[in-house]
C-alpha cells in the first residue's frame, strides 16, 4: 500500500497538469458587482446623532472566501448635520461566495468628511473611520444579491444597511 502511495505522490508532483482541473488559478475571476447600499447610522457624542445613510459601491471577489470593495455613502443627519465616506471594505467568508446564503465578517475603513451648521457658524470636519461587523450576503438571482449588515465602529456608531448587489457581466 505504501508503495503505491509514494508512486502516485510522485506522479503528481511530476506531472502538475494531472491537477489543473483542481487549481484556483485556472478558474476566471468572477466579475465586479456594483453595490447600492441604503440605511441607518447613529453616531454617538452628547447622545444619540441619528442618520439616514445611501452609498454605491464596486466589488471584487479577490478569493473563493474573500471580496474587497471601494464604497461611497453620504449621511444626512439632523437640521444640516451631512458626512460623507469614502471607504475600502474587506469581507471575508467561511462559505464560498457562490453559496445561496453567505454570512461573512467585514472591516472598513475611509475618510470621513462632516459638515454642520454649527451655533449659526458653518463647521467641516475630516476624519478617519474604522468598522467591523458582519452580515449575510443572500442570492436574489442569477446576478443579484441582497445583504442586511450591521458594523459599529470610531468615531463611535452603529451601522444598520441593507446592500443589494448586481454582477456586472
Known amino acids: 500500500m505504501l ?3 509514494v508512486l502516485l505522490s510522485l506522479l503528481l508532483l511530476l ?5 489543473h482541473a483542481q487549481s ?7 466579475p465586479p458587482a456594483l453595490l447600492v447600499s441604503g440605511g441607518y447610522v447613529a453616531f ?3 447622545g444619540r446623532i441619528d ?3 445611501g452609498g454605491l459601491g464596486l466589488e471584487w471577489r479577490a478569493m473563493p472566501h474573500l471580496a474587497a470593495s471601494g464604497d461611497l455613502s453620504y449621511m444626512v443627519g439632523p437640521g444640516s448635520d451631512r ?3 469614502l471607504a475600502a471594505t474587506v469581507r471575508a467568508s467561511v462559505l464560498r461566495w457562490s453559496r ?7 472591516v472598513a475603513a475611509g475618510a470621513l468628511w462632516h459638515s454642520a451648521r454649527v451655533f449659526g457658524a458653518d463647521y467641516s470636519d475630516v476624519g478617519m473611520l474604522l468598522q467591523v461587523g458582519g452580515g449575510v450576503r443572500i442570492a436574489a438571482g442569477r446576478r443579484v444579491f441582497i445583504a442586511p449588515e450591521f458594523a459599529i465602529g470610531g468615531p463611535p456608531h452603529i451601522r444598520a444597511t441593507l446592500t443589494v448587489g448586481v454582477t456586472l457581466r
Do not use: I, N
Open 83 to 85: 458626512d460623507l465616506l
Open 44 to 46: 454617538a457624542d452628547d
Open 15 to 19: 506531472c502538475p497538469r494531472l491537477t
Open 3 to 5: 508503495p503505491r502511495a
Open 24 to 30: 484556483a488559478a485556472s478558474l476566471p475571476a468572477p
Open 51 to 53: 442618520h439616514g445613510m
Open 100 to 106: 445561496p446564503v453567505v454570512p461573512y465578517a467585514l
